[in-house]
């Protein structure tokens, strides 16, 4: 059952680029990486899921190694409102278990 | 984007009572969903896997006969906990898991918060 680990909290100021590295050593070789935000009160929101590389959309970009076993998430420009928590899930067949997520505060 | 949809957002109830949180994924049809629970200031704890067509699979610690999964449909799971106590109060978060190019994705609800008093 993969696991993640990722840094309990960060500080940033607004328009920074903010990178959140998670470690997944015990990925499998199905399982695909993907990043959530969630604000309080909320569901999470689905930011970017990749396989390796590198992927890119118009919110975030995601940068996972050859080897796989770590991932980082890059949020370019932030700002007060990208305020939230941040988690990394590394999916695999049918079980999705959350780690402790990043709590992100972007001050101004 | 795919839209998974739980009612209500809130709900209260009394102590002993039974009460039904609905998760439904509306663009897209899903044979497995997620049951999770959250306290406050702290991650996604999952309870239970629901599979459309059978029985859910729980977690270790969580009781199946208090909290029932029934998914009857590809885009409809509930969650109902059963003789309710004040200990039940909590944040529920389902999710339902679309599979497209990427492989799986899981998709979340806006979350149920649960008050029991």
């Known amino acids: 059952l993969a696991k993640t680990t990722q840094p309990i909290s960060m500080d940033s100021y607004e328009g920074q680029e903010v990178n959140i590295t998670c470690s997944h050593n015990n990925i499998a070789t199905n399982d695909y990486i993907t990043w959530y935000q969630q604000f309080p009160s909320q569901g999470p929101r689905f930011i970017i899921q990749g396989y390796k590389t590198k992927v890119t959309n118009e919110v975030a970009s995601l940068f996972i190694p050859a080897d796989r076993k770590s991932s980082t998430l890059s949020l370019p420009r932030v700002s007060l409102s990208d305020t939230a928590v941040y988690y990394c899930l590394s999916s695999g067949t049918y079980k999705y278990i959350f780690g402790t997520g990043t709590r992100l505060k972007v001050l101004a | 984007g795919a839209v998974v949809s739980q009612h209500p957002s809130w709900v209260i109830c009394k102590s002993g009572t039974s009460v039904k949180i609905e998760c439904r994924s509306l663009d897209f049809q899903a044979t497995t969903m997620f049951w999770y629970r959250q306290f406050p200031k702290q991650s996604l704890m999952l309870m239970a896997t629901?599979?459309?067509?059978?029985?859910?699979?729980?977690e270790q610690g969580v009781e199946k006969d208090k909290f029932l999964i029934n998914h009857a449909s590809l885009t409809l799971s509930t969650l109902t906990v059963t003789s309710a106590h004040p200990e039940d109060s909590s944040f529920y978060i389902c999710?339902?898991?679309?599979?497209?190019?990427?492989?799986?994705?899981?998709?979340f609800g806006e979350g149920s918060w649960l008050t029991v008093v």
């Open positions: 999710s339902a898991s679309r599979t497209g190019q990427s492989g799986n994705t899981i998709y």
């Open positions: 629901s599979n459309e067509g059978s029985k859910a699979t729980y």
